[in-house]
T-cell receptor, first 119, second 114 residues
Framework: GAVVSQHPSWVICKSGTSVKIECRSLDFQATTMFWYRQFPKQSLMLMATSNEGSKATYEQGVEKDKFLINHASLTLSTLTVTSAHPEDSSFYIC???????????????FGPGTRLTVT | LAKTTQPISMDSYEGQEVNITCSHNNIATNDYITWYQQFPSQGPRFIIQGYKTKVTNEVASLFIPADRKSSTLSLPRVSLSDTAVYYCLVGALHGSSNTGKLIFGQGTTLQVKP
């Protein structure tokens, strides 16, 4: 299957600082990427849809000024957690849509996740 | 977006076939059914995807009845390493006009015992 990478795989930051997480589609172009957050022993929660060249679409309850998303190219989306607080500590996972050879349907692949700990 | 319902947990033994059924009564015409596997502290891994009837790949089979209101993931001869959470998702992954949002339910925690 297609490969999606994330960097860093884990990060520890101090409260009040900002952290940037990168999501890359390594062997395909992705016009649409998604960002999820997962707390321990819970399911993934969709945060936002990232579209190349346009503004991200945020799910209800997700603060767009706190979680800044930039999708500047067809292979890279970034999530910046601004003014991080301990409650932002979580596992952040991105995914990317991969257009299949048929040209009309997709598969969606996920990155390995980034563990954020805010102290 | 169609809501999915799966058993919260299942137990099995090594070498057995495991079938996990997912209900998605409100599935839309454009929705595909996709199953993912997730290990702790890892991103979900794509297992299989289908629209109708039966799909088989090297790791699993997916059975979808004609009404598409449910689907069953079949894992042949499971091993200890198949212990994971399995998610069933439905979403419109067809056509460029749809964003293809996938909303995760609670998933099924499969425990494979020796």
């Amino acid at each position: 299957g297609a490969v999606v990478s994330q960097h860093p795989s884990w990060v520890i930051c101090k409260s009040g600082t900002s952290v940037k997480i990168e999501c890359r589609s390594l062997d395909f172009q992705a016009t649409t990427m998604f960002w999820y957050r997962q707390f321990p022993k819970q399911s993934l929660m969709l945060m936002a849809t990232s579209n190349e060249g346009s503004k991200a679409t945020y799910e209800q309850g997700v603060e767009k000024d706190k979680f800044l998303i930039n999708h500047a190219s067809l292979t890279l989306s970034t999530l910046t957690v601004t003014s991080a607080h301990p409650e932002d500590s979580s596992f952040y996972i991105c995914s990317a849509r991969h257009l299949l050879p048929s040209g009309s349907s997709y598969e969606q692949y996920f990155g390995p996740g980034t563990r954020l700990t805010v102290t | 977006l169609a809501k999915t319902t799966q058993p919260i947990s299942m137990d099995s033994y090594e070498g057995q076939e495991v079938n996990i059924t997912c209900s998605h009564n409100n599935i839309a015409t454009n929705d595909y059914i996709t199953w993912y596997q997730q290990f702790p502290s890892q991103g979900p891994r794509f297992i299989i995807q289908g629209y109708k009837t039966k799909v088989t790949n090297e790791v699993a089979s997916l059975f979808i009845p004609a009404d598409r209101k449910s689907s069953t993931l079949s894992l042949p001869r499971v091993s200890l390493s198949d212990t994971a959470v399995y998610y069933c998702l439905v979403g419109a992954l067809h056509g460029s006009s749809n964003t293809g949002k996938l909303i995760f339910g609670q998933g099924t925690t499969l425990q494979v015992k020796p």
